[in-house]
């Protein structure tokens, strides 16, 4: 079954602006972590937030996590074309799925030059 | 290889035979994962495999789904008497952590189609 849920599913901005996806899920997490596709490729891991941190940062990503509200949000400053991509949450629940990572729906970003 | 090699890239099959797909997961891991994308969609969780632990075979759909990880490193998935709904991209990923996971690293992925 799927966990995580992102939105929105499509998000088209210019380059420069700010780009921001969400993602909810539904079980109590160990991690949670952000993955990017590029079309017709694998997915490439991103960033990975633990259950006990608030926010982490890696060059022009930044990721929040809630666990009050089960919530989690990508923020990407500064969008490049190459930016352009789809990007899923996935999450390791924390009551033993064995270390099973479930992946959510993605949200599918175009950022016009 | 340096990362996770998955074979072949693509295959075409017709509808109600079997078809294997290979993963060759980085040298060293312990986990190992199957997913499968549908076109436009997300990852859907098929088989996790950890050590030597029982595989999580939660994921698998049907019977006709069936993957085995031999000497702890090469893991293969076969699909018996294919249908036209299995036609996906099968991607596995291979992990150092056990237990809880950490960063995935994925192949490229094998495209089935089932004509």
């Known amino acids: 079954s799927q966990q995580g849920e992102e939105d929105p599913q499509a998000l088209s901005i210019q380059e420069g602006e700010n780009a921001t996806m969400n993602c909810s899920y539904k079980?109590?997490?160990?991690?949670l972590q952000w993955y990017r596709q590029n079309s017709g490729r694998g997915l490439v891991h991103l960033i990975l937030?633990?259950?006990?941190?608030r926010e982490k940062h890696s060059g022009r990503l930044r990721v929040t996590l809630d666990t009050s509200k089960k919530s989690s949000s990508l923020l990407i400053t500064a969008s490049r074309a190459a930016d352009t991509a789809s990007y899923f949450c996935?999450?390791?629940?924390?009551?033993?799925?064995?270390?099973?990572?479930?992946f959510g729906q993605g949200t599918e970003l175009s950022v016009k030059p | 290889g340096a990362g996770v090699s998955q074979s072949p890239s693509n295959k075409v099959t017709e509808k109600g035979k079997d078809v294997e797909l290979r993963c060759d997961p980085i040298?060293?891991?312990?986990?190992l994962y199957w997913y499968r994308q549908s076109l436009g969609q997300g990852l859907e969780f098929l088989i996790y495999?950890?050590?030597?632990?029982?595989?999580?075979k939660s994921g698998l759909p049907s019977d006709r789904f069936s993957a085995e990880r031999t000497g702890g490193s090469v893991s293969t998935l076969t699909i018996q008497r294919t249908q036209q709904e299995d036609s996906a991209v099968y991607l596995c990923?291979?992990?150092?952590?056990?237990?809880?996971?950490?960063?995935?690293?994925f192949g490229e992925g094998s495209r089935l189609t089932v004509l």
């Open positions: 990923a291979s992990s150092l952590a056990g237990g809880l996971p950490g960063e995935l690293f």
């Open positions: 079980t109590s997490i160990n991690n």
């Open positions: 937030i633990r259950s006990n941190e």
């Open positions: 996935a999450t390791a629940d924390l009551y033993n799925q064995g270390g099973k990572l479930i």
């Open positions: 040298s060293g891991h312990t986990a």
């Open positions: 495999f950890q050590g030597n632990s029982a595989p999580d």
